[in-house]
């Protein structure tokens, strides 16, 4: 017999290794130890061949079998399949996602055990009969308090030192035991204590009882309602469907999931729940484990390799209902799925920036339609793609117009900053409206979030003497100032590439440099010296670089203890903060100058979410939004939270354009040493692709927009077409005749950028 093995090789397509005789052969699934070259590596056995292994073909066998059956379901494995087949990867650039970190080198049950002591009857007459003193007897005391044992860690922690538990345990007066314990991300205390408290497993009416915290059953709006008995009827029927659940900011979402995941769990089937964003995961999971408890698992690359391995075996042995994770979690080894949701559809986080290059989201559909799910996107802001295919039917849609308890949207006002330059002078950055704004919310004891999506105290700096800029020299970009005084430092966003700020220009020796432009450092000075006395704190990738920042940050926003946080695209997401009444938007158009097919939609969706995250408590909520294109369509309409008509008009641009959702879109970077060579091998694979017959619409070869990125060139191609499958098996026939090119391109199947 042959198998057909995914290595976590990148680019390598499936190894067929042999079946040594008189091994059991694995099964699909399981992992596998196979020689490649001189290395030695685990895989997963992907396909079976039960032709005999022919004399005639040199084809090395396996080292090792280290499952007997199957490691990773093979529905997954399927799955995993699809992903590489569809994205054109190979099925090995999977593995990270498919596998729990420690399963990698083949320690599957490398579980964390604790030594455990307990008092034995014998150790209670000792007590009785004073045949103990001093430590031991302290020990057998604190023993005799907790039958069922105590860790030896805590006893030692209690001044109970090993040796004394040794001594114990050679008299009988004590048991030593070891019991495995899961480490577990989400537990603060005991999580058994709230199994099944909550939500009765009773099918579709238990569906309905699950409580708020005080313990009386919540009730649900009339939209609410109306909304899950739309979904119920589609989990009654038991097939595969895709519902949008388009539902303004606080319109109660989450309540929904719950209540569909009840449902389902009544029927004796299982939930994914997918989130965007790692920061998001431990609130969507404590609002699970409040109606399941410790039947819910949470899955993603922030959590450490002990705790995932253990997360993906409970999992794995079928001791879990719910898993709440970010993108990979999509690959989760859950049986039975009967409901997936992915929360914030449109966001960008769902897709892999590296291979495979795929989309959480879509991957979802795909596992729904493999497991006869119902498949749930909830989003605000639609993606452009989710909204087509819920005007075309493809989806049910399923729309919450009003957010709970009757409380309004934020009103958005926006400020010309034309208008304020004029008033004001050049260098404002805060309008009147808003820094008297924000004044006002901190004299009350509100909160203000205040976004920039960019980061950095000033964004460029120029040479007033030959108007030369500071550029990284590995990238086309310029570097961003960070920091302020001594601690100014020029850094480039793409490559991370670091240096002094120079005091002459690097170009013409001139002594006139000049910071310009400015990002979230900055808008943080601002607030702070516009409001003395204000805690004001900022919420971006370079303040989160430690581990376990975010959740921080997160954490003393909630509690009040920050008046002000200042931040990017991170503070837009999903966090529901009830004491924010204003929300400012420093620089909406940031993402509009982008060369980008979806510069207005991000923008809108940005602009949207974020002024949804005002007035989500009791008080009313306010937006106020700074632009210099106060007629743009997308801020215009995300001013007016008018998703409908952004759809409607972002369609038109589509369908002239011949972008997605109207056609299928692939993106091929090609990089190389120098331009010419960049262009003219990225210009070979044009030809090629378009072939003789001309079939397929392709653009390009064309500098990147990030034309020069960590000292390579990049040229790029985008082929547009109905049919993706011709796409890729055009682009793969093509790239196939220039296997020279394979460590220099890249393919982005449905691409969310094209820079
Ligand atoms: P969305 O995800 O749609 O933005 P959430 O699910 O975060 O909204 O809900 C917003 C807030 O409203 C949450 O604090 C949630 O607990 C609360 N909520 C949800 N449904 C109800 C309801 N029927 N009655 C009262 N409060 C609700
Ligand atoms: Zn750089």
């Known amino acids: 017999m042959f198998l ?9 397509d499936l190894l067929t290794y042999a079946v040594p005789a008189g091994v059991d052969p694995p099964a699909v699934g399981a992992r596998v130890v196979v020689p490649l070259g001189s290395r030695i590596v685990t895989g997963i ?59 990698r080198g083949g320690r599957a049950d490398a579980h964390k055990t604790l030594r455990m002591a307990s008092i034995t009857p014998a ?77 009765s497993d009773t099918g579709q009416s238990g569906a309905r009882v699950v409580s708020d915290p005080a313990g009386a059953p919540r009730q649900l709006t009339e939209e609410q309602d109306a909304a899950l008995g739309r979904l119920l009827a589609l989990i009654s029927a038991g097939d595969f469907r895709v519902a949008l659940l388009h539902g303004v900011t606080g319109s109660g979402k989450t309540e929904i999931y719950l209540r569909l995941a009840a449902a389902v769990r009544g029927r004796g089937r299982r939930v994914l729940i997918l989130v965007p964003e790692i920061a998001l995961t431990p609130a969507m999971a404590a609002v699970f484990r409040d109606a399941f408890g410790a039947r819910v698992a949470i899955q993603h690359s922030g959590l450490s390799d002990g705790e995932r391995h253990d997360q993906w075996q409970r999992i794995r042995r079928g001791d879990i209902d719910v898993v709440v994770g970010t993108r990979s979690a999509v690959f989760a080894p859950l049986e039975q799925v009967g409901l997936i949701v992915v929360d914030e559809e449109h966001d960008g986080s769902y897709k892999q920036e590296e291979s495979p290059r795929y989309n959480g989201r879509d991957v979802a559909i795909v596992r729904g339609r493999q497991a006869g799910a119902l498949v749930v996107l909830g989003s605000a802001t639609p993606s452009m793609e989710s909204y087509h295919n819920a005007m075309t039917g493809k989806y049910e849609r399923i729309v919450l117009t009003r957010r709970v308890l009757d409380r309004p949207l934020a009103s958005v ?87 002094r700020v120079p005091t002459a220009c690097p170009l013409c020796a001139g002594p006139y440099l000049e910071q310009a432009g400015f990002g979230t450092e900055r808008v943080e000075a601002e607030v702070a010296s516009a409001c003395p006395g204000a805690r004001v704190a900022r919420l971006d990738r370079d303040a989160i670089r430690r581990r376990g920042s975010l959740a ?160 390579e060139y990049r040229a790029q191609l985008l082929i547009k077409g109905t049919n993706r499958k011709q796409i890729r098996e055009r682009l793969q026939s093509a790239l196939a005749a220039r296997p020279d090119l394979q460590k220099r391109v890249v393919v982005d199947i449905d691409p969310l950028t094209v820079l």
């Open 123 to 199: 150790g209670l007459e000792a007590i009785a009969a004073s045949e103990v003193e001093g430590r031991q007897l302290e020990g057998l005391q604190i023993l005799s308090g907790s039958p069922a044992g105590i860790a030896t860690s805590v006893l030692a922690a209690r001044g109970i030192a090993a040796s004394a538990i040794s001594r114990l345990a050679r008299r009988g007066y004590i048991s030593l035991r070891h019991d495995r314990v899961d480490r577990d991300p989400l537990a603060v205390s005991p999580p058994t204590a709230a199994v099944g408290t909550r939500v």
């Open 552 to 711: 921080t940050l997160l954490a003393q926003f909630g509690d009040g203890q920050i008046d002000v946080l200042v931040g990017t695209q991170m503070i837009a997401k999903g966090h529901d903060f009830p004491r924010v009444t204003l929300v400012g938007v420093v620089s909406a158009d940031v993402g509009l100058g982008l060369a980008d097919f979806r510069a207005s939609e991000r923008t809108f969706q940005l602009l949207t979410q974020v002024a949804g995250r005002a007035g989500r408590g009791e008080q009313p909520g306010e937006a106020i939004v700074q632009t210099l294109y106060p007629t743009h369509y997308s801020i215009q309409l995300a001013c007016r939270q008018d998703y409908p008509a952004f759809y409607e008009r972002e369609l038109q641009f589509r369908r002239a354009m011949k972008y997605p959702p109207i056609v299928s879109l692939v993106n091929t970077v090609v990089r190389s040493r120098t331009f010419a060579a960049a262009m003219e091998d990225a210009g070979d694979v044009v030809d090629k692709v378009r072939g003789v017959d001309n079939q397929l619409r392709v653009l390009g070869p064309a500098p990147a927009p990030l034309g020069r990125l960590r000292g």
């Open 413 to 499: 006002t926006v400020v010309d900053m034309r208008e304020e330059y004029a008033a004001e002078g050049p260098d404002v950055i805060l309008s009147r409206a808003l820094r008297d704004g924000i004044r006002a919310r901190v004299a009350r004891g509100e909160q203000a979030l205040v976004l920039l999506n960019r980061r950095g105290f000033a964004t460029a700096v120029f040479c007033r003497q030959c108007a030369g800029t500071l550029e990284c020299p590995n990238c086309s970009v310029s570097l961003v100032i960070h920091g302020e005084g001594h601690a100014r430092r020029a850094r480039c966003h793409y490559c991370n590439y670091t240096a």
């Open 4 to 12: 057909h093995v995914a290595v976590p090789v990148p680019g390598l």
């Open 45 to 103: 056995v992907i396909a079976r061949d039960t032709r005999p292994v022919s004399r005639a073909v040199d084809v090395k066998p396996v080292r090792q079998v280290l499952d007997s059956g199957s490691f990773v379901p093979p529905d997954v494995v399927a799955l995993a399949q699809w992903t590489a087949d569809y994205y054109a990867a190979g099925v090995g650039d999977t593995i990270p996602a498919l596998l729990p970190p420690m399963a």
